[in-house]
T-cell receptor
């Protein structure tokens, strides 16, 4: 079945650093979603991407829909302690009701 | 606040016991989902309901049953809990197809001993 591979699995960074993480698949997706999960909570949608090559920002977060439609990237600029959490990429199945989630990138930010 | 409400937040069961996890949403969403989250494995779909009156299996349905009681409520039942079902369970909903993302509840942390 379809799988999403996220990397890195975890990141330990200093406050103020920029962060990059990515998500790849052997299958094509027509939509890419990025979620953030804070400790003890459910995931919250950060950014949705609908077009190959699309670059979308949400504050200090920027995500890109890869032109092959098999990958997506999330960047966080000038990280702050509240950026701590798990970041998931996700791809809804075309025409269906299921969404595939990556295993997540766990971000730790040291003040 | 509008959103997805899950109960209970925490539960400890003994092997073989049964329980039902409750989920309700007040956003008039059509589709609802149950996921489990295990360390290093992301979110795995257990069951989903595309609309009121329908339910379908996801990736890991064995050992679970679901009921879409009405448009608002979607429950998950463990008939005979096993230690392998120790996990965090999330309910989610979406207005239609999930292209615009889900709204998740805050989770139920279940331990089976």
């Amino acid at each position: 079945g379809q799988q999403l591979n996220q990397s890195p699995q975890s990141m330990f960074i200093q406050e103020g650093e920029d962060v990059s993480m990515n998500c790849t698949s052997s299958s094509i997706f027509n939509t890419w979603l990025w979620y953030k999960q804070e400790p003890g909570e459910g995931p919250v949608l950060l950014i949705a991407l609908y077009k190959a090559g699309e670059l979308t920002s949400n504050g200090r977060l920027t995500a890109q829909f890869g032109i092959t439609r098999k990958d997506s990237f999330l960047n966080i600029s000038a990280s702050i302690p509240s950026d701590v959490g798990i970041y998931f990429c996700a791809g809804p199945q075309t025409g269906g009701f299921k969404t595939i989630f990556g295993a997540g990138t766990r971000l730790f930010v040291k003040a | 606040n509008a959103g997805v409400t899950q109960t209970p937040k925490f539960q400890v069961l003994k092997t073989g016991q049964s329980m039902t996890l409750q989920c309700a949403q007040d956003m008039n969403h059509n589709s609802m989902y149950w996921y489990r989250q295990d360390p290093g494995m992301g979110l795995r779909l257990i069951y989903y309901s595309a609309s009121e009156g329908t339910t379908d299996k996801g990736e890991v349905p064995n050992g679970y049953n679901v009921s879409r009681l009405n448009k608002r409520e979607f429950s998950l039942r463990l008939e005979s809990a096993a230690p392998s079902q120790t996990s965090v369970y999330f309910c989610a909903s979406a207005g239609g197809r999930p292209n615009y993302g889900y709204t998740f509840g805050s989770g139920t942390r279940l331990t089976v001993v």
